[in-house]
């Protein structure tokens, strides 16, 4: 910071002049997740001759992460508030379980099984919130119970056995695409359409924020760096709809997490309920003394978590076309991951949905690119165990500087 | 008998604040010396500098013990000569025993290996010196807080203790309880051991001490000999003795309005120890433009009373109640509260008041964020204005409305709690310790919000344990000891020495 002098005038001053340099310092967390994400793409385009950024390829990567990331959009408010959640892989395993014994065995429609499914996922939040939020058993434990608990009932629903296969419909969940209306030849239109849309669309939002800004005296960040981002986020997303309308399209799955990022996205920065979660994990007593029910928004942090928890359980269901008792094994430990190389802090009050879907990109990109490179499970494992350790250093040592 | 501690021209600055200047502080081999002042008068900094709390170097002054310069870089260095300190908070370890507590750190034995008869046997001749009749193997959480007090002296005379210094010992304790300890101090005397006392209670202090060190503002002002016999008035005058100067701004013209909030027979459990009434049996009320304020030493109940007002935030078994422009209401949680018009501004800025890790814009709305916000979607050009607003009307200094508040100095940090509750738009405002900790000028300027707003009509309740403060600001006080209300004075007829004679007195008579 240089420009520190005390100033009580009526509109505060803008503070363009900073250079460059000095305002990185300051951001780097917040460039550093994106340059991370774009540096270990590029890596990986080039180590594996190309490959990576195929149009099949790239669609198979976000069908593989889908389930990390949308529970990693959960697990963000969950960690955000103060809490961990080491139950959604269990979770996502018994939900999967759940909607093969009543779609397969039972044969009921999928959208009811569907239904039944989110509702058992929020209930198992909620009993699992209720112990957190209202009488103050360290959600560590309850969810480590909560792990334990609901891998045993997958076992005993499944009855040690795999269930499968599931009709047709309901594996669109995560195989579908969205038709072209446009009725491309070569190209999904309706794909380059969208991500030109959509592209366009954030160009804008993030345009009238900066101009909001300018005129309140914030932080602004030079211009430089704004149009530098904005241009490579711009690029970014009609490139990837490109290469996806190359294939075969919009998968349908990425349709509802980009729905959810963009829903949650919202919540957490612009609501009152976001700002309220943001208080409880900064500092929980001064939360509950300014009027807040810190109580209610913890336990519904925990329903939301178990719901999206049982989202995912069924697009990885769908995706295997079977359930297994293995399913969601250690798969907290992804989630949870993602959510702090995106920049979430252990301590609560800090981190974005947007940090915690590029974080979760992070760790999908190293999986993805380490195995097309045929590196094996372990030395996998060893790198991306490295990888989180040393975002969290970056964190750490970051927030000392400053 | 030749001092075993003197302590010559210490003088110990902390950033913005000289807490010592040029202390001298001579204890006599074998007695019991009394330090009294004020909370705030540097007693505590005092006996941090001799323990080693604050190193060698970070002070000016010289120490001698036992006619030797020492320069403690810790406080094992202190310890180790015999210099040790039993703390107001009690440093036990709740869940181990009474041995385990009094050897820790210092355990009998060999090569790692705890040697237990041993420790057991210690323990039960140190438990016999203090008076003590429990089982060596007792839990200390299961022991009441007299009996944990003696626990920590045993422990200091594990460590062959040469100078026993006692911070507030009797503060928590009952009669009873106090009179054993007392008891027990004028027996050491008989065997040699040298202690300082440090207390509030005056009663206390010229039963036992031999010589009285009185510290004021960071010197010591006086030193008594009890010999010559001790006239409490006379300590009471040169702890406040001091002049009030235009230190506060002019109270307003205005007459109080009707009787804002009303509160009857409260009484308040302590949350751990519920057989203890923290509050016990208050009634009071404040008018509507009116600044009231509760006077009493630290522990007296008073922050204990306005947590437990505002949304049941303290304590349990409460009982009483509280009405408002004279309609009973329901304060049970702080939603309420703030819903009924009641708002609280805590003394501990830093763990109740603000999200240190977030902006001022952020922190500023908080207490109420539908004001800012439409159908639940925060509008961020309306916050940006509501915390600009504030920042500019109570000058709080910062490079801007982005700046995160952990890293304002302390009177800013108190402006920005100020600014959440103003926009809370309260009709009742309880400030706790408003000023602790803020330098003079930022403390003129919250004495000038406090007066605006109560010519705007607002009540408000200042909890102060500055009584020069109390006494600038307010308009009508109650004074608070031991969960009572002991007092009630209008300001104007009130003095230091007529609350502080409330205080020392009600000890006397309970």
Redesign the interface.
């Known amino acids: ?1 240089t ?6 005038s ?4 803008t ?1 363009t002049s900073k250079s460059g340099l000095q305002f990185l310092k300051g951001h780097l967390r917040e460039y550093g997740i994106l340059i991370a994400l774009v540096v270990i793409m590029a890596f990986f385009q080039v180590a594996t001759g190309g490959i990576l950024l195929k149009p099949v390829n790239l669609t198979n990567l976000i069908l593989q992460n889908s389930y990390i990331v949308i529970m990693a959009v959960g697990m963000l408010l969950v960690i955000v508030c103060g809490h961990i959640d080491l139950s959604v892989g269990s979770v996502l395993g018994f939900i999967g379980a759940l909607a093969a014994v009543m779609i397969v065995q039972w044969g009921l429609p999928w959208p009811l099984a569907a239904v039944i499914c989110l509702a058992f996922g929020a209930i198992i939040g909620m009993a699992q919130g209720f112990w957190v939020a209202y009488f103050q058993i360290p959600s560590f434990i309850v969810t480590l119970a909560g792990m334990l608990v609901f891998k045993g009932l997958t076992l005993w629903l499944l009855a040690g056995q795999s269930v499968g296969p599931f009709p047709p419909d309901f594996r669109l969940i995560s195989s579908g695409f969205v038709p072209d209306v446009f009725g491309g030849e070569n190209l999904n239109l309706l794909t380059l359409y969208t991500g030109i849309a959509v592209a366009a669309l954030l160009l804008w939002l993030s345009i009238r924020a900066r101009q ?1 800004q300018l ?5 602004v960040e030079p211009f430089a760096f704004f149009a530098g981002r904005s241009a490579l986020i711009f690029g970014a997303l009609v490139y990837m709809s490109w290469l996806m309308a190359d294939f075969r399209g919009l998968p349908n799955v990425f349709v509802v997490m980009a729905l959810l990022i963009a829903v949650y996205s919202f919540l957490t920065s ?7 979660i ?2 409880i994990g ?2 929980e ?9 810190s109580k209610r928004l913890t336990f519904l942090t925990f329903a939301n978590m178990g719901m999206l928890a049982a989202l995912a359980g069924l697009v990885f269901a769908a995706r295997l076309n079977t359930a297994t008792p293995k399913a969601g094994v250690a798969f907290e430990l992804d989630v949870i991951a993602a959510v702090f190389i995106g920049g979430a802090s252990m301590s609560g ?2 981190g974005t949905v947007v940090g915690a879907v590029v974080g979760a990109f992070i760790m999908g990109v190293m999986n993805n690119g380490m195995s097309i490179l045929g590196i094996g499970i372990d030395w996998q494992q060893v790198i991306k165990g490295l990888v989180l350790l040393a975002a969290v250093i970056f964190d750490v040592m970051n927030k000392k500087k400053g | 008998m030749p001092p075993i501690l003197e302590m010559r021209g210490i003088t110990k600055e902390f950033p913005g604040v000289k807490a010592l200047d040029d202390v001298t502080l001579s204890v006599a081999e074998g007695e019991i010396h009394a330090l009294v002042g004020e909370n705030g008068a540097g007693k505590s900094t005092l006996m941090k500098v001799l323990s080693g709390v604050y190193p060698h170097g970070s002070y000016d002054g010289e120490i001698f013990f036992d006619g030797a310069p020492r320069a403690f870089r810790s406080i094992r260095d202190s310890e180790d000569l015999g210099v040790i300190i039993i703390h107001q908070e009690l440093a036990l370890i709740p869940l181990l025993s009474v041995a385990e507590n009094i050897f820790l750190g210092n355990e009998r034995a060999t090569n790692g290996i705890i040697d237990w008869k041993e420790t057991h046997n210690r323990a039960a001749e140190l438990l016999a010196r203090v008076g003590l009749e429990e089982n060596a193997e007792t839990i200390v959480d299961d022991l009441g807080l007299g009996k944990q007090q003696l626990v920590e002296i045993a422990k200091a005379l594990s460590k062959n203790v040469r100078l026993l210094i006692l911070d507030e010992p009797t503060s928590s304790l009952n009669e009873n309880d106090s009179a054993k300890l007392l008891d027990l101090l004028m027996d050491f005397r008989e065997k040699g051991i040298t202690s300082i006392l440090i207390s509030h209670k005056l009663n206390e202090v010229s039963k036992v001490a031999d010589t009285i060190t009185v510290l004021r503002d960071g010197s010591a002002v006086a030193r008594m000999d009890c010999a010559d016999g001790v006239d409490e008035d006379d300590i009471v005058r040169n702890m406040v003795g001091r002049n009030l100067e235009d230190r506060y701004p002019p109270r307003g013209t205005h007459a109080p309005g009707e009787v804002a909030m009303a509160v009857k027979n409260w009484t308040v459990h302590h949350p751990l120890h519920p057989e203890r009434k923290v509050v016990n049996n208050v009634s009071f009320s404040v008018r509507k433009g009116e600044v009231l304020g509760i006077a009493g030493l630290m522990g007296a109940g008073r922050t204990e009373l306005a947590m437990s007002l505002f949304g049941r935030s303290y304590g349990r078994d409460i009982s009483g109640e509280v009405e408002i422009n004279g309609t009973p209401v329901d304060l049970s949680t702080v939603r309420k509260a703030i819903d009924a018009g009641l708002a609280y501004a805590t003394e501990d800025r830093k763990t109740y008041g603000l999200v240190l890790d977030d902006t001022i814009r952020r922190n500023v709305p908080l207490a109420n964020l539908p004001e800012i916000a439409k159908n639940w979607v925060v509008d961020h050009g309306r916050e940006a204005e509501v915390a600009t607003r504030y920042r500019n009307r109570l000058a709080i200094k910062s490079s801007s409305i982005e700046q995160v508040t952990v890293n304002l100095s302390g009177g800013n940090q108190q402006k920005v709690v100020l600014s959440k509750w103003l926009f809370a738009d309260p009709d009742i405002l309880i400030l706790d310790e408003p000023t602790r900790g803020i330098d003079v000028g930022a403390k003129f300027e919250i004495y000038t919000v406090i007066r605006d707003l109560a010519a705007q009509g607002k009540a408000i309740i200042v909890i102060s344990s500055e009584l020069p403060e109390l006494l600038g600001v307010t308009d009508r006080l109650y004074v608070m000891n031991e969960g009572q209300f002991v007092g009630e004075m209008p300001t104007i007829e009130a003095s230091q020495e007529k609350i502080m004679s409330r205080i020392v007195k009600s000890g006397e008579d309970a």
């Open positions: 910071m420009d520190t002098t005390p100033s009580t009526g509109r505060a001053e503070r909001r005129g309140t005296g914030a932080d612009r609501t009152t309920f976001g700002r309220r943001y208080a900064g500092n007593k001064a939360a509950s003394l300014s009027g807040i029910n009050g800090v």
